[in-house]
């Protein structure tokens, strides 16, 4: 019996002793494989102690984030989680911003929003808390961005493995795709082949050809993804690994980057004269070029030492001989202390870009800056508004690398959203076309009567006028318009006041569609001395775009009804007075608004009004009607709306019939 229970105890020791080493063992690769960045692999070993209970601290971290750089939040989110649970001692507040991410990723915001709120306790000053702080009602403000008029489509040519970034050169569309020869060697980080230019042909029926390489000079046995093309498509700007006699070059941490090459087309047709951009750096990547309509900027990705975050967007001016000038980073404005990466620069010189670090619906989301290039063109780049765009484009995964045909309303981005054919996946989106009828009446206000005769103009969101009818005995109009759009009804007659109605059509075909009735008063207000005017006449203040003073088409609309009102009282003074936001100095928003308010005199004048009936002044951000001051950095914690409110024109009437108010 002593033998037997000495010989089971023997096995037992050597199984454990054996257990021990395995899980020594897996412990160690695990760590070697996230040195390499070799983050599949490290998963492979680390969870397999961690599912036996054989966890710490920092085996929690790897694990963590060896599925959160691979996209796989549902296990990022699991071991994070575990992470926090478990861990004893600090654990690095980036990690908060992670898991708050992962959570995102997995559709469960309210406790991604509990975790983002720790973190911004930890790290008050990091953007993506003040962001997150500033617009805690984001989910609202993407819904309303959303549209169920955009048909998406994953296409054909997509892979098992990563596809993704798009531009066209003539009828041939190029990505980049890791579809290549499986037998070679393997991109560490993803377990994957190295990635590689590629192109498809467009039918005239929509559908692609099958795949080919770009260029035999262009594509080599490592990574080159994301090409750009100058205007006149015979220069070509792309990204690829940092390598040196065919051998991926290391920075001092041991991290692979991504550089910018220029080619140019030769008299055979082929690419030639491969050069790199020479801010390029072994220390840092250079990624993602995209150029705009002009060919006069280029703007791209790195993490270069001037980088706010994990990466930032830059621009850079192309010269008249090719070359390029000094890098210019877009600012805090645009860039966070996350990721922010991908841009594309569209026809209208709007751009779009993919980033972590404003809130969104979970892994990169789509964001747009309107009319930057214009405002990069001029060195203005502060303080500028970012939206993220929304449904369909954006969901709980990774979008990224949107794309946009010239002066079309389709195009393509990429995601690796569920129901993909692989990892990264390219789909082309494009418009539903949906239309409705908006119908009324024309009345009074006062007895509900029908007035025939009334004229009704309708306007699209930006002030152009669409179509016009005079209202016949029954005093009914219709109009047909398109569905998801915000439009404006005029409607006016002699003796009486002008009505507009504002309205936005839904998103989904309406089977009886819009009613709109437009209601006039008749033409008998009494109009006090020194009354607003906008109140009295129900006329709106005049909102201008930050950092602006010219007019634009919305604030046109409202400045018509006012010049109706001087045209019908011609003894009527008026004094226009104007405001700014908080942010700039005082100075210069003394001047800002006094510009203004200039442009709205200067206007009216132009409109026919007399100069002398008009004064103008600017009072900059002296009278704000809420609570949005400054911060001595004029910085903010305000929304975009908050401030619009206070960047107006006021119209105060200051002599009626010979009378005046100041007496």
């Given at each position: 019996m002593k033998i037997m229970i000495k010989y089971v105890l023997f096995v037992f020791l050597v199984q454990m002793s054996f257990s021990i080493s395995a899980q020594k063992a897996a412990v160690n690769g695990g760590k070697q494989e996230y040195e390499r960045f070799s983050y599949v692999k490290t998963s492979e070993y680390l969870l397999k102690v961690a599912e036996k209970g054989y966890v710490n601290k920092d085996i929690l971290e790897k694990l963590a984030n060896s599925f959160y750089f691979n996209n796989n939040m549902q296990q990022a989110a699991r071991w994070y989680g575990e992470l926090f649970a478990k861990a004893s001692g600090e654990v690095n507040p980036e990690y908060y911003f992670r898991y708050a991410m992962a959570l995102r990723g997995i559709k469960n915001y309210e406790s991604s929003d509990e975790w983002m709120n720790k973190f911004i306790a930890l790290n008050p000053n990091d953007s993506r808390a003040k962001y997150f702080e500033s617009n805690k009602d984001y989910i609202s403000d993407i819904e309303s961005n959303s549209s169920g008029l955009i048909e998406v489509k994953n296409l054909d040519f997509n892979s098992e493995y990563s596809d993704f970034g798009t531009v066209f050169n003539g009828d041939n569309l190029i990505f980049a795709s890791s579809n290549g020869d499986d037998s070679e060697e393997k991109y560490q980080w993803n377990n994957q082949p190295f990635l590689d230019l590629y192109k498809v042909y467009?039918?005239?029926?929509?559908?692609?050809?099958?795949?080919?390489?770009?260029?035999?000079?262009?594509?080599?046995?490592?990574?080159?993804?994301?090409?750009?093309?100058?205007?006149?498509?015979?220069?070509?700007?792309?990204?690829?690994?940092n390598y040196f006699k065919k051998r991926p070059k290391e920075d001092k941490s041991g991290i692979n980057r991504l550089k910018m090459f220029r080619a140019t087309l030769n008299e055979g047709g082929k690419w030639s004269d491969i050069t790199p951009i020479h801010f390029n750096s072994n220390e840092y990547s250079v990624a993602h070029p995209t150029i705009n309509k002009e060919g006069t900027r280029l703007y791209f990705a790195s993490d270069m030492e001037s980088s706010k975050g994990e990466s930032d967007i830059y621009v850079v001016d192309i010269n008249e001989d090719g070359s390029l000038a000094t890098p210019v980073n877009l600012g805090e404005s645009i860039n966070t202390e996350g990721k922010d990466s991908f841009p594309f620069m569209n026809s209208k010189g709007d751009l779009y870009y993919a980033s972590m670090g404003f809130p969104g619906l979970g892994g990169y989301d789509i964001f747009v800056v309107k009319d930057l290039d214009s405002k990069a063109a001029f060195g203005n780049l502060n303080n500028i508004e970012v939206s993220n765009i929304g449904k369909p484009f954006n969901s709980n995964a990774d979008d990224f690398a949107f794309y946009q045909k010239e002066n079309s309303e389709e195009g393509y981005f990429t995601s690796n959203r569920t129901g993909g054919k692989g990892d990264d996946d390219i789909y082309s989106f494009k418009p539903i076309n949906c239309s409705q009828v908006v119908s009324g009446v024309v009345k009074d206000a006062n007895t509900a009567d029908l007035i025939p005769g009334a004229k009704v103009i309708l306007f699209d969101n930006d002030g152009n006028e669409l179509e016009s009818v005079v209202v016949g005995t029954d005093a009914k109009f219709a109009f047909n318009i398109d569905c998801n759009k915000a439009y404006l009804a005029r409607g006016s007659k002699e003796k009486y006041s002008t009505d507009e109605e504002r309205f936005k059509t839904s998103s989904v075909q309406l089977e009886l569609g819009l009613n709109l009735d437009i209601a006039l008063a008749p033409d008998e207000i009494e109009i006090k001395p020194c009354d607003d005017l906008a109140k009295t006449l129900n006329i709106p203040l005049i909102y201008f775009e930050f950092n602006k003073y010219?007019?634009?088409?919305?604030?046109?609309?409202?400045?018509?009804?006012?010049?109706?009102?001087?045209?019908?009282?011609?003894?009527?003074?008026?004094?226009?007075?104007?405001?700014?936001?908080?942010?700039?100095?005082?100075?210069?928003?003394?001047?800002?608004?006094?510009?203004?308010?200039?442009?709205?005199?200067?206007?009216?004048?132009?409109?026919?009004?007399?100069?002398?009936?008009?004064?103008?002044?600017?009072?900059?951000?002296?009278?704000?009607?809420?609570?949005?001051?400054?911060?001595?950095?004029?910085?903010?914690?305000?929304?975009?709306?908050?401030?619009?409110?206070?960047?107006?024109?006021?119209?105060?009437?200051?002599?009626?019939?010979?009378?005046?108010?100041?007496k």
């Open positions: 467009q039918y005239e029926d929509g559908n692609y050809s099958e795949p080919v390489s770009l260029s035999e000079t262009i594509n080599t046995k490592f990574h080159e993804s994301s090409a750009a093309y100058a205007p006149d498509f015979k220069t070509i700007y792309f990204t690829r690994n010219d007019i634009q088409y919305v604030a046109e609309i409202e400045i018509q009804k006012v010049l109706m009102v001087l045209n019908q009282y011609p003894s009527m003074k008026l004094d226009i007075r104007s405001h700014t936001d908080c942010r700039a100095s005082r100075q210069y928003n003394e001047r800002l608004s006094d510009n203004r308010a200039k442009a709205t005199r200067q206007y009216l004048i132009n409109s026919g009004v007399s100069a002398d009936r008009l004064t103008a002044k600017g009072y900059g951000e002296s009278q704000l009607v809420n609570n949005c001051g400054c911060e001595p950095d004029n910085s903010s914690s305000c929304t975009e709306f908050q401030h619009q409110q206070n960047r107006r024109s006021e119209f105060i009437v200051t002599s009626f019939k010979g009378e005046s108010c100041y």
